[in-house]
């Protein structure tokens, strides 16, 4: 079983957390969340049934995990026996042939590079492991180092032919991470499996990586909270949602500390550095897949350029945390989510919120 899973948008830890009703606490019509946990990439993952029988939602939520622990299997990059492991051994000189689910997420990423004018690319790993944060130990490189290490970093260096479904490399010591993706596509293919077994009720979480499904016992929506970047509240605000993923990427406990300043695990894959601008990023979108991938693209855009890009999609939809001064941090939230965005009360003299 692989350990962990770490790329360049992991949100690490229960950034998002969904309020439901407390164990054997249920509807009127006796319907109740049911939340079957495991260990998966590294961290906890929840798969929440509502239902008024949890002996029969049982081996609904046992092939849910195994959908989660599949795509564990295929691409972790902490275990030299995964998928992704081999393409790393093999795409140079190849090309090597590469697993059905492994390409459409390499596909989906590659375009999404596209998208995101570069902010999002999985051939960040040189990068990744020279910093410490996928095996350690956590450092500051050189800058011979860093620029060593960044000119393997281009999705431009993939030579993917998704028909053939086959990779090679253009140079050697390229790599490949999907670490930013690869949460929200097991999020989506274990939601998928509850779909087809008629689950209607469903919430799948993944560190923060999630699809809600129907509603919970006695409401119409999921209600998700969002993790405090700076941790001095638990959850600073809340978003109803039903039948939509949504994912969070941030500066939270994966960062390095040298010479008095913090530097986050998200990288910038277009200079090679710690991505700067803002502390954290929720995206709602129609599949955990997009959510996790384009929450780490936004976060790497920067202010400006996230709100620009997350307005030009119609399949996205953001809420961006950029720090301020005296301890007051703007959110922005995108005007699309207003009516389904609250800032706890908790938290009204640590945010001020803007929407766009």
């Known amino acids: 079983m692989a350990r962990r899973m770490v790329g360049a948008g992991l949100a690490v830890g229960m950034i998002l957390a969904a309020w439901r009703a407390a164990p054997g606490r249920g509807a009127p019509d006796g319907r109740r969340s049911v939340s079957y946990a495991m260990q998966t990439m590294g961290t906890r993952a929840s798969v929440i049934i509502v239902t008024s029988d949890s002996s029969r939602s049982a081996p609904h939520a046992r092939a849910a995990q195994a959908a989660l622990a599949r795509v564990d299997s295929l691409m972790s990059n902490w275990t030299a026996t995964s998928e992704v492991a081999r393409l790393n051994r093999q795409g140079y000189p190849g090309p090597t042939p590469v697993h059905p689910e492994v390409a459409a997420v390499l596909d989906a990423s590659i375009r ?169 990023v929720t995206v709602v979108a129609p599949s955990a897949m997009l959510a996790d991938a384009w929450g780490t693209a936004l976060f790497v855009l920067g202010p400006e350029r996230a709100k620009r890009k997350a307005l030009e999609r119609g399949d996205l939809a953001a809420v961006l945390v950029q720090p301020g001064a005296a301890g007051v941090d703007t959110v922005w939230v995108e005007r699309s989510l207003k009516e389904r965005f609250a800032l706890e009360a908790t938290a009204r003299q640590l945010f001020r919120v803007e929407f766009f």
């Open 112 to 280: 999404i590079w596209r998208e995101s004018e570069g902010a999002f690319d999985v051939t960040v790993e040189p990068l990744v492991r020279l910093w410490g944060f996928l095996g350690g130990p956590r450092r500051v490189p050189t800058e011979p180092e860093a620029r060593a290490a960044f000119r393997l970093v281009g999705t431009g260096m993939l030579d993917f032919d998704p028909s053939a479904r086959s990779l090679r490399f253009e140079r050697d010591g390229v790599r490949i991470d999907l670490g930013g993706i690869a949460k929200g596509y097991a999020v989506d293919v274990a939601a998928e499996s509850l779909k087809v077994r008629g689950v209607t009720d469903a919430l799948v979480d993944l560190s923060g990586n999630m699809l809600a499904s129907g509603s919970p016992p006695g409401a119409d929506r999921w209600r998700i909270g969002i993790r405090d970047p700076r941790d001095r509240v638990p959850y600073f605000a809340r978003l109803l949602l039903t039948g939509e993923a949504v994912a969070t990427s941030g500066k939270y406990e994966q960062f390095v500390a040298a010479d008095g300043k913090t530097y986050g695990h998200i990288l910038d894959p277009r200079s090679g550095r710690p991505a700067e601008g803002l502390i954290s």
